[in-house]
Each structure stands twice: as structure tokens, then as C-alpha cells.
């Protein structure tokens, strides 16, 4: 899977915004240089692209005391997504919690690796992720993340080594408080071994029936993920990216040959791939135009005609055409049916 066809949660990118926000940082330019809109941020089960979570970590890297933590204890880190807490905060064993946390962390993001080794007292962590100029951010932070979860499992867990590929972006002694053992950077690997005698201790807080019902809300909520992240998906995403830019040239071919050149394929794989996803880049286009013709009229005074013209419809018929059959309502009425900047 290519790195814009997976996505994190959006709420990791508000987040990051709010810290940038505290410091000073202008927000609306931080989101134009990552290429995300905030008002795409606040819906209901929003994710943003690999590729531009990417970008927002290479940019943030170098920032003074970049990094922030949640207050102590599982909850701190785990409060924005209860979908994933529901699931490993109630398992029968620290193992099995270890394991489920693998297995539905995508429902926080799925733009890096962790690569588990188990034994019978101690489990070993491997953390990679893509793209190039990646800090020791990331790594921190889910490590930091599960010996929290861990530690729900076992107060007396210890953390015999925890090394990382970056350099120490905070000082010892923060960082010591936040993964609560020492520190090793400029390493070869980010790896963190976990060691505990109660890895199969029945866990005394653990509530069968409520495990099953978090259980099948978090597979459904992966199920949904999965379905967004198909290449079609991504197709259609890269093609919202260009008409926000207000391209000179939004024409179905040209836009074509952009798409082909992005994913570094020609046309006839483009249209085998998305012919194997049962759709087709003419109606991945028209979604791409319409999503954007209601995201300019609920949030823009600017005129209907040139919201069609902006998402590439020849005249201002064609564009109320289009999305009147496809919205059930003219343009104009859907403005004042919901509102608008």
C-alpha cells in the first residue's frame, strides 16, 4: 500500500495543530504547507492521508521542545480514541492486551510498523515508520504509549531497554518521567523490551461481556478504514487536494495525466486498478468535484458560478445539472439548506 493510500486519525493532526497554536505558530499556515483543510479535520471519523502526516512530522521535527506529553496513566494517551481504549484496557491478560493493541492501533494511524516478539516473561518492540526525515517523535510516543498500557497490566512491569534511531529531542530527565526508565538514542533500531512475570496473570479488572461489545465496535470501525484506504480512495482524495488548489486547468484529461504521473503509472494500469475496485476515474472525478463544490458552498460566500468553474465544470448549467442529480437539490438551495461562511 502506497503511503497517501494510508491515513492516521485526524485528531492526531488537531492535536498537533493546538500544541503549534500554543507556541505561537500560525495554524491556517501550518495547515496549507501540510495540505489539509481544518474544517475536513472535525468530521465524524476523519483521517487524514499518510503522506501528509508525514509531512507534518518532518516539519514539526525541528521545532524547540516540539514534543508533548499527556498527563500520566493510560488515559492520557488514550482519551482522544476510546475505540482503541475500549479494546486494550479490557483483556483477560497483559499479553492479550499487547496483542489486541498491534492488532486495531490503525484505528489511531497505520503509517508505521511495530513488530512484536514474545517470550515467556518479556515481549520485544520493534517500531519503523515511512518516509524520509522521520524524528525520534514517533517511536517516543508509541512506546511511551504502550509501557502506559502495559502498566495497567502490571505495576511492577520494567523496561530493560528502550533505544531509538533520532537524536534526544527533550531533555533526560523528561523523557526518563515520560517512558519512566532511561533512554537511548542514535541507535540502530527503535526497540523497546518489555519485562514482566505477570504477562499471563488473569487481569482482575477484566469484563468479558464488555470485551466482546468494544470488540466488534473497533472490527467494524477497521472494517470502515480499510474500506477508505483502496487506491480508489486515494485517487479520489488526490483529486480534492488539486481542486482546493483552484487549478488554471481542472479538465477530467489533464487532471488524468496528473493522477498518472502522481502514482507513477500509466493510464491502462490506472484504469485496470480502479476496474478491480468496480469504479472508474470518471466517477471518482465527479465525487472529487462534488465533495468540493459542498465543502465551497457551506463554508465560502464565493458565487455559485464560480464554485462550478473551481471544480471544473464548463458552465454554470453543467454544474447545477450535475448537482442536482446527484444531491437532489440545486446548488444554491443546498447553501441555504446548510449554511454558509
Known sequence: MELRQKSVDARVVSWALEAAERRGYDRRALCREIGVQEEALAGIGARVGGDKHVRMLQITADWPSSFEFPRPGIAGWLLPFPELAGVVCNRPTLRDALRSFLQYRELIGNVDWLLMEEAPDAVV?????????????????????????????????????????GAAFAPARTLRDALQAGSRFDQAH????????ALDRPFDRFNGPLAEIHLHGAAEMRRRIRTRESFAHAVQAQLRDWLQEALDDAEGGELQRRVCECFGISRWTLRRRLDAEHTSFHELLMRARLDEARQLLQHTRLPVGEIGERVGYASISAFTRSFTRACGTAPSRYRSLNGSA
Open 125 to 165: 518492540l520493534d517500531y519503523v515508520i515511512e518516509g524520509e526525515g522521520c524524528s525520534a517523535h514517533s517511536a517516543f510516543g508509541n512506546f511511551a504509549l504502550i509501557a502506559s498500557l502495559a502498566r495497567l497490566y502490571d505495576p511492577s512491569l520494567q523496561i530493560r531497554d528502550a533505544g531509538f534511531t
Open 190 to 197: 527503535n526497540r523497546m523490551v518489555l519485562g514482566s512475570t
